[in-house]
């Protein structure tokens, strides 16, 4: 069992960075390949980023690609999420989920946080 909380999304301006961080809880976190998904009011739910359970292999959503960052510190059992560049496009809630495969895919994901809201003002 894991469960997943994230952190750090606060209000900044465009062009400004954030590092968002997953935190989980449980016996199997080096495990997971963790990913990171994004939802903007009345959109679908949307890829942003993906990370093998060794840290290894990373792939990235085209909107992101260039401009985020993701990571992880096994012994710390988090995930991070380095946001740069950051566009008034980019404010949605931001959740991080963990399975048993890294990839693009939603139903990869087995575990899943709440969310924390990130927006970027013009």
């Known amino acids: 069992q894991v469960q997943l909380v994230e952190s750090g999304g606060r209000l900044v301006q465009a062009g400004g960075s954030l590092r968002l961080s997953c935190a989980a809880s449980?016996?199997?976190?080096?495990?997971?390949?963790m990913g990171w998904f994004r939802q903007a009011p009345g959109k679908e739910r949307e890829f942003v980023a993906t990370?093998?359970?060794?840290?290894?292999?990373?792939y990235y959503g085209d909107s992101v690609r260039g401009r985020f960052t993701v990571s992880r510190d096994n012994a710390k059992d988090t995930v991070y999420l380095q946001m740069n560049s950051l566009k008034p496009e980019d404010t949605a809630v931001y959740y991080c989920?963990?399975?048993?495969?890294?990839?693009?895919?939603?139903?990869?994901?087995?575990?899943w946080g709440q969310g924390t809201q990130v927006t970027v003002s013009s």
């Open positions: 449980g016996r199997t976190f080096r495990r997971y390949a």
């Open positions: 990370i093998s359970w060794s840290g290894g292999s990373t």
């Open positions: 989920a963990a399975g048993d495969r890294w990839g693009p895919r939603e139903d990869e994901y087995d575990y």
